[in-house]
């Protein structure tokens, strides 16, 4: 299926490395032109260059910090000098570290917040303008499947991230008879260098071995294996395309159905 993305421009948040980078491999696989931004511009460049090899679109790198409002206001400058508009967002950043709520402190939930949620507000601020004029735009949000099913001693990504799928749930609701579609998705356990980190201080807390924490964490998953970053990047590209118009405030999980819940 073509999903017609070519001619597309898209900005992909933290897209050195993990579900970030395998986004924006798939959505330039798809024709999109890419924007890719992260902190560690190295890393960032590196990851640019396996992109480009395999997309149809220009692929083109932006270090930047999206907890800085002048480093945000730099890339959508790049953004408009490049390409002169945008048509799909995919806000995306690490998590905070982890821990419970009596290891935490005011100053770690206003980092929390400012990674995870105004990260995406300020991008969002910015990508809205482009779409509006454009009459067509793809918001996609890269969570947690926390945001429906809390993770223990993840509690300032539980409560944080939480809050960013409210604001794009109304905000779906403001901006799309322009257009517009904003949606959420909750990944799963993915293969990535973060879901080890995680999984490591699981052991530690808990006294098991790095390899029974593993275990533990795929039984809790019916399909019998953990995820792979690029099945993300599918999902994104499907909500990023005109097939996906009639998807909006939607929060999905990709989990191979580690969440019990029915919503």
């Known amino acids: 299926m073509d999903l017609g993305l070519s001619g597309k421009v898209a900005l992909v948040c933290a897209s050195s490395k993990g579900i970030g980078k395998a986004v924006a491999k798939v959505l330039a696989e798809e024709g999109a032109s890419v924007v890719m931004c992260a902190r560690d511009g190295e890393a960032l460049s590196k990851a640019r260059e396996e992109v480009a090899e395999s997309g149809r679109g220009e692929v083109v790198a932006v270090p930047c910090d999206l907890t800085r409002s002048v480093d945000v206001d730099a890339l959508f400058r790049e953004v408009d000098?490049?390409?002169?508009?945008?048509?799909?967002?995919?806000?995306?950043?690490?998590?905070?570290p982890a821990g419970t709520f009596l290891d935490t402190n005011v100053e770690m939930w206003k980092e929390a917040f400012e990674l995870n949620f105004l990260s995406a507000f300020r991008c969002t601020e910015k990508a809205l303008p482009y779409m509006m004029k454009e009459g067509f735009g793809r918001i996609i949000n890269i969570t947690s499947f926390a945001v429906k099913q809390p993770i223990e001693n993840l509690?300032?990504?539980?409560?944080?991230?939480?809050?960013?799928?409210?604001?794009?749930?109304?905000?779906?609701?403001?901006?799309?008879?322009?257009?517009?579609?904003?949606?959420?998705?909750?990944?799963?356990?993915?293969?990535?260098?973060?879901?080890?980190?995680?999984?490591e201080k699981r052991a530690a807390a808990s006294g098991l071995s790095r390899e029974e924490a593993f275990e533990m964490a795929l039984s809790e998953v019916p399909a019998g294996r953990f995820g792979k970053p690029e099945e993300i990047g599918y999902v994104v590209a499907f909500l990023a395309s005109e097939k996906a118009a009639y998807v909006n405030g939607v929060t999905l999980q990709v989990d191979g159905g580690l969440i019990r819940s029915l919503l």
């Open 155 to 199: 509690i300032l990504s539980n409560g944080v991230r939480a809050g960013l799928v409210g604001m794009m749930k109304t905000l779906s609701r403001e901006v799309g008879e322009k257009g517009i579609t904003v949606n959420t998705i909750c990944p799963g356990y993915i293969l990535t260098k973060r879901l080890e980190s995680v999984l």
């Open 81 to 96: 000098r490049r390409f002169g508009t945008l048509h799909i967002l995919v806000n995306n950043a690490g998590g905070p």
